[in-house]
């Protein structure tokens, strides 16, 4: 369990790069979430206690005054100590430069960890936006403010991670990058291949893989396999559609090929994934998804 207080904001004028929720909770021994993805991205940072921090194949232990960024349709897994549970704040984001302005702050996939010494700043400025509720066009600008101090927190300490300027013109490696996540997001379920992507945003595959890797650190093939797989999650958690129904709308009209695939990634077959998830943890689950919309 957590004790939490969370905003969330109904109604976008903003539409770049956006904040879409906020909260803070004090967390009991051993309060968990997932393993489950999210449809935006949410940074935690942690104001008193520790707990860990599970994404891939990694594991990290973190304590007050460090963070972890959660990456959309990323499977990730997070828990309080049992000893010293944590209590955090948390902002969640979305938009379609949001990957290039974490880029420029030093974050990607392979950079998700930070700290920083501003914690009380942070915990005002999120408390700050929680007492903003009001809908309106100001207050949303209002939030806005905010949650663009909350990035500066993280700056200073995180500024020497920072990317140099390469050869090649940022704003348009940028705008190809946008281009391709967009193409994803919309034709995933149509078998989509590295080169569909190249065609379409009209890059050799060996620059929309550099592209690629120097602002998200991963491949288009991996970006474009983590987006399928964790839809694949979703529709397994929240529907009772066969298999096969699943495979096809991630973009896979093989099942078998799928179902491999999916073992690869998880650790074990579709329909096991599925009939381990107890029907309480399936709808809390559907209801956090559905809150995040």
Request: proline share 5%; glycine share 6%; charged share 20%.
């Amino acid at each position: 369990m957590e004790q939490s207080l969370v905003l969330q904001l109904p109604n976008r004028q903003i539409q770049d790069f956006y904040l879409c929720f906020c909260g803070y909770a004090k967390c009991d021994p051993l309060h968990s979430f997932g393993p489950g993805v999210r449809p935006n991205y949410v940074i935690h940072y942690i104001l008193e206690g520790e707990g860990v921090y599970h994404v891939d194949d990694q594991n990290f232990r973190l304590h007050a005054g460090q963070g972890f960024i959660i990456e959309p349709n990323i499977l990730t897994f997070y828990q309080a100590s049992q000893a010293h549970p944590w209590s955090y704040v948390w902002v969640g984001f979305s938009g379609p430069r949001a990957p290039e302005y974490l880029s420029y702050l030093g974050f990607n996939h392979n950079h998700l960890i930070f700290k920083s010494s501003e914690s009380q700043r942070i915990r005002d400025l999120v408390f700050q936006m929680l007492r903003s509720n009001q809908n309106s066009p100001k207050n949303e600008f209002y939030l806005h403010g905010l949650f663009f101090e909350f990035f500066s927190c993280l700056i200073d300490e995180n500024a020497p991670r920072q990317q140099e300027d390469l050869s090649h013109d940022r704003e348009t490696t940028n705008r190809y990058l946008r281009e391709a996540i967009a193409y994803i997001q919309q034709h995933f379920d149509q078998g989509l291949r590295v080169s569909d992507l190249a065609d379409h945003v009209a890059v050799s595959r060996g620059y929309l893989y550099q592209i690629f890797n120097e602002t998200l650190g991963m491949s288009p093939k991996q970006y474009l396999t983590n987006f399928c797989m964790t839809r694949a999650t979703e529709l397994l958690t929240l529907d009772d559609e066969p298999v096969e129904v699943v495979a096809k709308k991630c973009g896979y009209p093989n099942p078998v090929a799928f179902s491999a695939l999916f073992r690869k990634r998880m650790g074990q077959s579709p329909t096991q994934y599925r009939n381990q998830l107890s029907a309480e943890y399936r709808e809390r689950l559907k209801k956090e998804l559905e809150s995040l919309q």
